[in-house]
Every structure is written in structure tokens, then in C-alpha cells.
């Protein structure tokens, strides 16, 4: 049977602007920020630790970490490595994200390392943050397709989410990363998740390149899946995965379930007015069903 209500990690600050070419004015990100939480979003990604040669749309993520945390938000940065997780010890960040690619190559390309050397360095990292009471999420990239290797074997995936799970995370985030995945691979990989890790949170991160994130979403649900990373405007992609489009956006996962009767917690109306903040200041037409749909009305 379906849940009642269900949590949406919203992560268009994040991973929805990561991408985008030109900079968004810090200030536009903290407004968005605000909005997306006055619409009621309670965990987010709000920026990340990464090198600024490497993804500049994120050099101002210690302002935004300075300025947009607050108590009734899980505020999350993502940090892939020990000196992005030593900048959230400067702040008054309480939740860390660091990500993996299944896949070598995406992983080489996207932190100049092997999946392997990673962990290495993860490990002991993951290990003074949940000491020191950190929650902690892990980001699984390439958890179904590659763009470069191709299909990834679901035994694989979950070799490195068993990893993690050993480390103590809190959360794996499990992402078709190119929009590949089709429900019947997003059911049969998260049933097998839930099933081998019935302990620990499991968000479900899909990418809507071919359009099927909210039919993978309600696959991932079927299976048990109850948290689910969306994009408000449907924003994303990640710089380093020829071929990503945006994440699930967050008014069409939000309609949909709404209309089911789960809850969200998330008002349209007030996500809409969000989008709007950073809609001027994009390079991309915000195209998700319900925003199309809004403006006609
Ligand atoms: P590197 O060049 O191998 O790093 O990059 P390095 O250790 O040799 O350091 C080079 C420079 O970067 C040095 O500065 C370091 O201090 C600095 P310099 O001396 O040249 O001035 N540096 C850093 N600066 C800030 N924060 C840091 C940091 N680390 C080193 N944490 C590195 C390695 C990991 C830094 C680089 O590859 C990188 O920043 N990659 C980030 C890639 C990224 O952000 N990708 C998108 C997010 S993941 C994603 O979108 C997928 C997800 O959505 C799930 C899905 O959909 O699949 C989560
Ligand atoms: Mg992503």
C-alpha cells in the first residue's frame, strides 16, 4: 500500500543551478532559498563545497551556507572530498552530502578519482562527521546508466550503497544521474534497496532527460521509496554527465502525488512564486507540465 505522505529533498539550489552558464546573483539564490521554504520544503541542498574551477556557479556557496541556514530546515551541503567537508566544520551546517559514481570513468570525470580512492578518502571523513553528529547523505551517481560505460549492473550499485551503509551514513540518495532508468529498472533496484537496508533513509534522485522521472518516481514509491530529490522548475544536470537534463521537477512530482492523496507538505502556489525568482536570471525556458500548465491558465 502507498504512504500518506512522503518527503521531498528539494535540491534546485543545488544541483539545479550547478549547471546553469551564467552566474546567478547570490542574492537571487538566497531568495530562492527563502521562497522554497516558505512554500514548505523541509530538506534541501542548498549549495556545495566544490572547487570553483571546477563548477563556478558554486563559488559563492560560503555565503549562501552563511547566510541561509536556519532551525526548522535540513539544510544539506554537499562536499566531495575531506577539504569540502572541513569548509562545512566552518559553518554552522549540521547535514553533508559527499557523492560517488558507480561507474569509474563518470567518477574520474566528475572528482578526478577513482570510485575506489573515494571511499579511501571518504571513509575517515564519514567517520569524524557522524562522531561529531553529522547527518549524513550519500549521493550514489551513475546508480543505473553511465553516459560513458553504459548500463551499470544493480549488483554493483549495490556493492558501493553496502559501503556507505557500513560507514554509518544516514541516507543513500540513488541517482539516475542521464534519465535512463525506465520503472521497471527504478522498482526493481529500490526493491532490492529497501529490502538490504531496511534501516537507514533512501531517496530515490532521478533525472528527467527522457521524461520519465515522475513514472520512475511512482515505480520508486511502488517499491517503498518514500523520499524523493526533485528540482523546483525542474532545474539540473550535472556539468561533468554529457547528456543529463534536469532533475524530477518538484511541481510535477508534487501535483502528482498531491492528487493521490500523499502528502508533501509542499504549497504549488508558493513554488511557483520560487521559480519565479530565479526564472529571469536562467538560461533555459522552465518547462515542466504543471509550470507550462500554470501560465496558460
Ligand atoms: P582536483 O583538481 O583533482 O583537486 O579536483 P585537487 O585536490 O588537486 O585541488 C585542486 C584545487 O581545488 C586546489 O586549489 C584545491 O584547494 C581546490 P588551488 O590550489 O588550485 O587553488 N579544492 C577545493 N576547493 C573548494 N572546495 C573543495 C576543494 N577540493 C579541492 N572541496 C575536486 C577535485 C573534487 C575538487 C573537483 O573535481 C571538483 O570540485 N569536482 C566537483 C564536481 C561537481 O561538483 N559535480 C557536480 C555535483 S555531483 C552531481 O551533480 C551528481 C548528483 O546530482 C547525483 C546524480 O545526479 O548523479 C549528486
Ligand atoms: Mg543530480
Known amino acids: 500500500s502507498l504512504p500518506k505522505k ?6 534546485g539550489p543545488r544541483d539545479g543551478l550547478q549547471n546553469e552558464k551564467s552566474f546567478v546573483p547570490t542574492e537571487v539564490k538566497k531568495d530562492f532559498i527563502f521562497k522554497l521554504k516558505m512554500a514548505g520544503v523541509k530538506e534541501m541542498e542548498l549549495t556545495s563545497f566544490v572547487s570553483p574551477k571546477w563548477v563556478p556557479q558554486m563559488k559563492d556557496a560560503g555565503e549562501i551556507a552563511a547566510d541561509c541556514l536556519d532551525e526548522h530546515t535540513r539544510n544539506i551541503i554537499l562536499a566531495p572530498n575531506q577539504k569540502g567537508i572541513s569548509r562545512v566544520y566552518d559553518t554552522d551546517c549540521r547535514a553533508v552530502a559527499v557523492f560517488v559514481g558507480v561507474s569509474n570513468t563518470f567518477n574520474l570525470k566528475n572528482i578526478n578519482k577513482t570510485t575506489a580512492e573515494s571511499l579511501e578518502g571518504l571513509r575517515p571523513a564519514i567517520h569524524e562527521l557522524k562522531e561529531k553528529g553529522y547527518f549524513v547523505r550519500a549521493c550514489i551517481s551513475t546508480a543505473f546508466y553511465c553516459p560513458y560505460e553504459g548500463k551499470i549492473n544493480e549488483k554493483d550499485t549495490l556493492a558501493l550503497c553496502r559501503e556507505f551503509v557500513g560507514m554509518g551514513v544516514d541516507e543513500l540518495s540513488v541517482a539516475d544521474t542521464i534519465g535512463m532508468a ?19 533513509l533512501i531517496a530515490s534522485h532521478f533525472h528527467d532527460t527522457r521524461r ?3 513514472a520512475n518516481i511512482f515505480a ?8 524523493f530529490d526533485t528540482s523546483a ?3 539540473g544536470g550535472c556539468p561533468f554527465a554529457p547528456g543529463a537534463a534536469g532533475n524530477a521537477a518538484t511541481e510535477d512530482a508534487v501535483y502528482m502525488l498531491e492528487r493521490m492523496g ?30 507550462r500548465l500554470s501560465r496558460q491558465a
Open 6 to 11: 512522503v518527503t521531498i529533498i528539494e535540491v
Open 182 to 200: 525506465v520503472p521497471s529498472e527504478a522498482f526493481s533496484l529500490f526493491e532490492k534497496l529497501t529490502e538490504a537496508f531496511p534501516d537507514i
Open 212 to 214: 520519465l522521472a515522475t
Open 220 to 227: 520508486a514509491l511502488q517499491a517503498g521509496i518514500t523520499r
Open 233 to 235: 522548475g525542474g532545474l
Open 262 to 291: 500523499i502528502e508533501t507538505g509542499i504549497d504549488l502556489d508558493q513554488l511557483l512564486e520560487a521559480i519565479e525568482v530565479v526564472r529571469p536570471h536562467l538560461s533555459r525556458a522552465i518547462d515542466s507540465s504543471f509550470y
